[in-house]
């Protein structure tokens, strides 16, 4: 855990906004996922801070160990969003802790393209785009409804969290309207959104040497393409923009958060 954390220490200063400063402390050492991270702590418009563990973002949990679990005890973790598609979560169950309640959220997610498709895209290079934008938007509402319904319900004693396969795409979004929603500034959304980059450093890296030899590109060309990015947060929240007019009527129509439904968010949320 101190090797871990002062890896992260030591690339700080080289991440320039896509990492902060209290990442030693928002990452939560797993044996068994990566890129658990706490949601806490950020600042927003208004100076408050969103509260320390009460929402927490992952990549898989499906082979969390008994040692994990005793944290995920700890923490008070006992409420699961998973984004992933039906198969894609059937293929790696969540390792849960008893009483848990979980809702499987996979709208979208059956439509992720095969190895194949996603050679064709990486040439293409639209693949990421797409998804944050055109392509996705569709989904998004029905995707991210029950994180939102499940973070009015939660009590005081218990926490959340929500999480896909490697807990960058889809549960990038899920955070980044959530910190939207509690008044985060946007470079700090993007700054926590591109903070995926190192810390699935471990399970990106094995997939570049394969999918560079599939396409006839470097691996550096496909760190580049595959790399998340605030454009795409951009992307993302300008779809909606076009669509719905503002991410508040989005908000509203497509998942049940209107006005006083964020009034509730934030107090709960930030203090």
């Not at 009460?54 to 969390?64: E, G, P, Q, T, Y």
Request: charged share 25%; proline share 3%.
């Amino acid at each position: 855990m101190k090797k871990a954390a002062l890896f992260i220490a030591l690339l700080i200063p080289c991440l320039g906004m896509a990492q902060l400063s209290d990442s030693t402390k928002r990452l939560v050492h797993l044996k068994g996922a990566l890129n658990f991270r706490d949601v806490g702590g950020y600042k927003t418009n208004e100076g408050k801070h969103v509260k320390w563990n009460k929402v927490f973002r992952s990549a898989s949990i499906a082979d969390l160990t008994d040692a994990d679990m005793d944290t995920l005890r700890d923490k008070h973790i006992y409420t699961v969003v998973d984004l992933r598609g039906v198969k894609e979560s059937a293929a790696a169950p969540d390792r849960l802790l008893k009483g848990s309640d979980y809702t499987l959220s996979p709208a979208g997610s059956d439509s992720l393209p095969s190895g194949a498709q996603m050679v064709a895209y990486l040439k293409k290079g639209d693949f990421l785009d797409n998804f944050y934008g055109d392509g996705g938007i569709r989904y998004f509402g029905e995707r991210y409804k029950p994180v939102f319904q499940k973070l009015l319900q939660l009590n005081d004693t218990t926490a959340l969290l929500y999480h896909c396969s490697g807990g960058r795409d889809r549960t990038g979004m899920a955070t980044a309207l959530f910190l939207y929603t509690l008044g985060v500034p946007q470079e700090t959304i993007e700054a926590d959104f591109t903070a995926s980059n190192v810390y699935l450093l471990p399970m990106m890296g094995k997939m570049f040497a394969p999918m560079a030899k599939a396409t006839g590109m470097s691996n550096e060309e496909i760190k580049k393409k595959m790399d998340l990015r605030p454009e795409l947060l951009q992307i993302f929240f300008k779809s909606i923009e076009k669509k719905y007019g503002s991410i508040e009527n989005f908000m509203e129509k497509e998942m049940g958060i209107g006005k006083k439904e964020r009034a509730v968010l934030r107090k709960k949320y930030t203090s």
